[in-house]
């Protein structure tokens, strides 16, 4: 039962005795703030400058004949309605236009918090500054860095150096609380020693909090605030998704190579589809949404061919059009592209090349996007899903047709995965999907599945193969239960490139989560693929344990259309952050645990159990939950364990003879 006590200037809201706000003359709940903030963005990073003019404590509190509360000082007010919700309250917030905000709320000693979206670093943000402004996650200077330093002299980035392409203002505590501030505003949240801070550009429309038993219901309760729409048709569970590039002849060659040799396949993914970009730091895509001919002739035909084995055709598309191809001056003449102020074409930067962005407020440049690039460009050629990229570069400076871009700065990859969901929809393609890098609140809604973009090749804390784990446990915690990787992932640069032994580790865990899908990375031919020789055989046998995982992995779908994450860091079911004793390990679900390799050169790995009771999934030997075991970990045996009193247990004691 929510307790609400207001008295002597003093607001407390309590539920099952977790403080939720506390206001007091002392420390008052809001401030408002005169702010001047600059932006100097490169290649989607941006860096801001922010000068501070005035700040106003809203001490004085009282409350009004309405019921409302208002919150003021020296000409400043800020009106908060409150209305109880199921476990929580939600606080509906009217400042004054012009102003910035910041919000304190308590926080309990030691207590942990997680979530923000797409964190990479950690799983506990407290004593960490979350930036709620989306942004490019890699920098070009940390791939230089590695890339030139011996592996043992390269010091791995703190949580403060690294972006999120996908930030939320939703959060979690080992308390049980759940905080969601619902704005699209700039702004930070401070995890201090004595309560946490909260700072936006703009007021907020709504404060929700809530408090639960479990992490589980809170992901309940917040979807039932944020519908959660994702989902994986059928064939996704079908086998692996191959990263293949090169054109008709290579990937028809390489999906049918991989079939006769055994493997599950259910889709090629082919990003270079529209053509391809050589630039100095590899292979890119030619940002033009329709079929290079010359690359891909026949793709039609060559898609029938592979629908007939059982396997899909994927692409991509992102909102941008490479400078100078047929479909940017159609666009550019058009006026569907974001401008300067003067009317000239505002060009993005990517790596070395400019591409002009589409206008995602324009209702013409919509339909064209959904009508002729989506549906008659790719769904009507038999293309059955796409990587949905980008979405985080909009800049703040930029001429829209319709709305302030610094106020849609962070809903724009959510309004990306809008256009591209409702053209599936509009389509009537029920078998189609897609996946999305960026994201905001609400992205869950629209996007099918988030992947966490874009990991070095390599196996470093910051950036590289363990960066996953944390990334989808915070998206997880912020409502996004459905998330999945790049296997292999993505940058190489100079001597940052993978081994087959990087590939098939990163492959083990991907079998053991909701969606197997490689890429070729920037330079496919410095890295090792699926196919390597040392890599084919732990493919083949890989990519038969994740389809035969398929009817509990459905059950692991069923709960995430609830809300509640698949992927879940080892203290999720003890609520309690003290009992981490691994950020990499994770449960699959309710009855999978999951201790990926994340080093290379191991033969073995250090486990620590959770409370239960487990049986090895490779020997069939049991283990007692609360120990901590030197476990073998093979190429291809990472260390996984079911419950003894698993509903599905004699699906996973066959999976080790497969």
Known sequence: MLMIDCAD???TLRLNGVALLAHSAERPFA???????????????????????????????????????????????????????????????????????????????????????EQYRQVNLRGETVVNFVSEHIKASTIIEKSLLPRALYREKPHSAIGSYAPMPVFVTDRGRMILFDTAADGSSVFGAEDFRFTFDACPTSLCLWQAGSYAALGRLLARRMPNRQYLPDWCLEGMILGVQGGTETVLNKAFAMLDAGATISAVWCQDWSGENRTVMGKQVWWNWEVDETLY???????????????????????????????????????????????????????????????????????????????????????????????????????????????????????????????????????????????????????????????????????GLPCVMPASFSLGFSGVPMVHCDIGGFFSFMKLKRSGELFTRWMEMACFSLLMRSHESLRPWANAQFDAPEVLPHTVRLTKIHTALRPYLERCLAGAGQGVAVLRPDFWEAMDFGASRDPYSYFLGDELFVAPVIDLHKKSRRVCLPAGDWVHLWTGKGYAGGGTYTVPAPLGQPPVFYRTDSEHRALFASLKDL
């Open 9 to 11: 200037g003093r607001l």
């Open 31 to 117: 401030t408002a703030l005169h702010r001047e903030k600059s932006y100097q963005t490169d290649r989607g990073t941006v860096k801001e400058t922010v000068r501070e003019i005035a700040r106003v404590p809203l001490c004085e509190l009282r409350r009004e004949a309405d019921g409302s509360f208002l919150f003021s000082a020296s000409g400043h007010s800020l009106r908060l309605r409150l209305t109880e919700i199921d476990c929580g309250a939600a606080l509906s917030l009217e400042g004054e236009p012009g102003w910035a905000y910041e919000f304190t709320l308590p926080a309990a000693p030691g207590e942990a918090v997680f979530g923000g979206g």
């Open 297 to 463: 002739p026949g793709l039609r035909e060559a898609i029938r061919k592979l629908n007939a084995r059982g396997v899909r055709f994927l692409g991509y598309i992102n909102p941008y059009l490479v400078k100078d191809s047929r479909l940017y001056t159609l666009c550019r003449d058009k006026g569907w592209l974001i401008t300067h102020t003067d009317g000239s074409v505002y060009h993005i930067k990517s790596t070395t090349f400019d591409a002009g962005m589409l206008d995602l407020t324009n209702p013409e440049a919509v339909r064209f996007i959904k009508d002729v690039l989506i549906r008659q460009n790719m769904l009507d050629l038999g293309i059955s899903g796409w990587m949905a990229d980008f979405g985080e570069y909009l800049p703040v400076d930029c001429v829209l047709h319709d709305g302030d871009p610094h106020e849609l700065h962070n809903r724009w990859p959510v309004l990306w995965a809008k256009i591209n969901r409702e053209a599936i929809e509009e389509h009537g393609a029920k078998d189609a999907m897609f996946f999305c890098r960026s994201g905001y609140l609400g992205v869950q809604e629209y996007a099918p599945i988030l992947w966490n973009g874009d990991q070095h090749t390599d196996t470093t804390r910051d950036y």
